[in-house]
């Protein structure tokens, strides 16, 4: 079986996001060009999609496989957990932690005891999300058509939490 290739993308606070050497240029210039909303929205997409991987990895007894998606996803979790800004609203932060922290315990959990529903239970959280998400940047469009969350990057790191 052809094993995913998985790429590196990692942050840095004052250059910004970065891609490692090697990297898909196409995603690269995604991620550089990104709205803090997309960038989130990104994230999370890839949360979904590699959990998605190893849970039909773990599924199919390919526990190699299920080990790396399920680690990228866990860094995909971990990295919209350290994205939140308590800047705005501390209580709203807080429990969006909590959320992904719940989810980030089933994924590593559903891991270590190979149990496919616990990382269904964490994919569950993840797309509610992501359908959350979505749903409030299209109310947001209709709200200010203007100001869309679509719109150019404003330069701050990590601002998809205001």
Do not use: C, N
């Not at 290739?5 to 898909?24: A, C, I, K, V």
């Not at 149990?115 to 979505?134: F, G, P």
Request: no cysteine.
């Amino acid at each position: 079986m052809r094993r995913p290739d998985f790429q590196t993308t990692y942050f840095h606070e004052s250059q910004g996001p970065r891609l490692m050497p090697g990297s898909d240029p196409y995603l690269s210039t995604q991620v550089l060009t990104a709205s803090p909303y997309r960038l989130h929205l990104m994230v999370v997409e890839g949360a979904i999609q590699f959990g998605s991987l190893g849970a039909k990895s773990l599924e199919a007894g390919d526990m190699e496989s299920a080990h790396l998606a399920l680690g990228r996803s866990r860094d995909f979790v971990t990295e919209l957990i350290g994205g939140l800004s308590d800047q705005y609203d501390p209580l709203l932060t807080t429990r969006m932690k909590q959320l992904f922290f719940s989810a980030y315990i089933h994924l590593a959990e559903g891991e270590r005891d190979r149990d496919v529903k616990r990382v269904k239970q964490a994919l569950t959280v993840l797309e509610l999300h992501h359908q959350t998400w979505i749903e409030l940047a299209e109310h947001l469009k209709a709200a200010a058509p203007g100001e869309a969350p679509s719109a150019k990057p404003t330069g701050e790191a990590r601002a998809w939490s205001a």
